[in-house]
């Protein structure tokens, strides 16, 4: 069901619903993405999330072995760790 941004506008501005009310509303009006995006958009994720871990640790590792005291590893490591943070933690079952 396609709704337009003229929809929604009015939904999400009808002062005689509460908070609540309009953002049920929207979210029925907008729906669920389906399997197929879901699948898309986390295989980008982590494809992305690989691919700056990959590039950050290579970059670390030349940092480190060139022996340039210009060359600063600290900015590849931290780059490195965040990525690879960030990839473990999609895959970490959260605590309830």
């Known amino acids: 069901m396609a709704v337009s941004n003229a929809e929604i506008a009015r939904i999400a501005d009808d002062p005689e619903k509460s908070d609540a009310e309009r953002i049920a509303a929207i979210k029925e009006a907008i729906g669920s993405p389906g399997q197929a995006t879901t699948d898309r958009l986390w295989t980008i994720l982590v494809v992305g999330l690989v691919g700056i871990s ?33 990839l473990l933690g999609l895959f970490v079952n959260p605590q309830t």
Do not use: E, R
């Not at 290579?58 to 210009?70: P, Q, R």
């Not at 590893?73 to 690879?84: G, Q």
């Open 54 to 86: 990959t590039l950050a640790l290579v970059a670390l590792m030349l940092a480190v072995l060139d022996k340039s005291d210009k060359t600063s590893p600290d900015v590849f490591l931290t780059v490195f760790t965040a990525a690879l943070t960030g």
